[in-house]
């Protein structure tokens, strides 16, 4: 599948949106209109520069005397004040130990310290308002963004009515294939139901096509595996052209593994390929509605062409498959 048929999907187009929405909000939000701090309240600063600020807050009382400034900045500390006091009076430094206990005083007196403990400064007015509305505006033009993809997805979706097209991987397809392919109902047909029963669809271009599955019985028991898979190709180029298919079987008791190989008619009355594939099992000229029976001791299986579809070209006709689909029913022998 190309760039644009992924282009083309609801789901892209949504995630595709939602991540060009975010990086432009954080473009906006980081490049264009950066947040930018200043002013910041003494008390949401570290503790170390908090310390800085309250001896410089007291060597600048020492020279002015000014109370009411060296009372708000005190203040401006809000609860760490006494904290932050009693530290530097532990270890002053090079403050005035004497000068120490005269600011002390003082703050005592204007009756600051002992309520400082339960009354935070209120920070003055700064910018932060205008930086927080930048950084609310960034975050919603980038939401918008992204939620204008959102409803571009449920658009496109909605357009397409819900339906599934054929686009998509090889093994994309054949999954489709396989979800709308009705197993057959041997109970109807008077048989007793197989303990395991699976469809399995090769498509074109799916060149790594090789499907197994388990085979338990009712209770659960591993009785042994089966599958499909490529066992020739014809021609030259990409994709392969599969010209045969191998169906085998695994069973535990048995311990051994019965292989059945379904040809194209051409290749099945190609005396070349009927030597090169013998070796792997019985050769079966495959056939739409065929069934071909896989039996060892304790299992048996019947593979049924549910559907087939050979490829045109310059190759001979009917050489190779463009599409099959095969059942697979298993049922443990008594």
């Not at 200043?38 to 800085?52: E, I, M, S």
């Not at 401006?76 to 600011?103: A, C, E, M, R, W």
């Not at 290749?267 to 079966?284: P, Y």
């Not at 310059?314 to 029913?329: G, H, K, M, T």
Request: net charge negative; glycine share 8%; proline share 5%.
């Amino acid at each position: 599948m190309n760039f644009s048929n992924i282009l083309k999907r609801p789901v892209v187009i949504g995630i595709l949106a939602l991540v060009v929405g975010l990086i432009l909000g954080l473009f906006v939000g980081w490049q264009v209109m950066p947040v930018e701090w200043y002013d910041a309240p003494v008390n949401l600063l570290r503790q170390d520069l908090q310390d800085q600020y309250l001896r410089m807050s007291i060597d600048s009382y020492r020279v002015n005397a000014d109370e009411d400034l060296a009372i708000q900045r005190f203040k401006d500390l809000g609860t760490n004040g006494p904290v932050l006091l009693d530290s530097v009076k532990s270890s002053p430094g090079k403050i005035d130990p004497n000068f120490l206990v005269q600011y002390t005083q003082m703050l005592t007196r204007k009756k600051v310290l002992n309520t400082a403990g339960g009354k935070a400064a209120t920070p003055t007015p700064t910018s932060s308002g205008s930086s927080s509305m930048v950084v609310s505006v960034a975050i919603i033009v980038g939401a918008l963004l992204a939620i204008s993809g959102v409803l571009a997805a449920a658009f496109w979706l909605l357009r397409g009515g819900g339906r599934r097209t054929t686009q998509g991987t090889p093994a994309q397809q054949a999954a489709d294939i396989v979800r709308s392919t009705e197993k057959t109902n041997y109970e109807a047909q008077g048989g007793p139901p197989p303990v395991a029963q699976y469809v399995t669809t090769y498509v074109i271009g799916d060149d790594l096509y090789d499907d197994s599955f388990s085979i338990d019985s009712p209770t659960s028991e591993f009785l042994g595996e089966c599958g499909v898979g490529i066992s020739e190709t014809i021609g030259v180029g990409d994709p392969k052209k599969v010209t045969a298919f191998e169906v085998w079987m695994f069973d535990k008791n048995d311990i051994q593994t019965v292989t059945k190989v379904l040809m194209s008619p051409h290749a099945f009355s190609d005396a070349g390929f009927r030597a090169k594939l013998e070796a792997k099992g019985e050769l079966v000229a495959i056939a739409p509605l065929k069934k071909v029976v896989l039996e060892t001791q304790t299992l048996q299986m019947i593979a049924t062409v549910s559907d087939l579809q050979y490829g045109a070209g310059s190759l001979p006709n009917e050489s190779y498959f463009d599409r099959v689909v095969i059942e697979l029913a298993i049922w443990a022998k008594k």
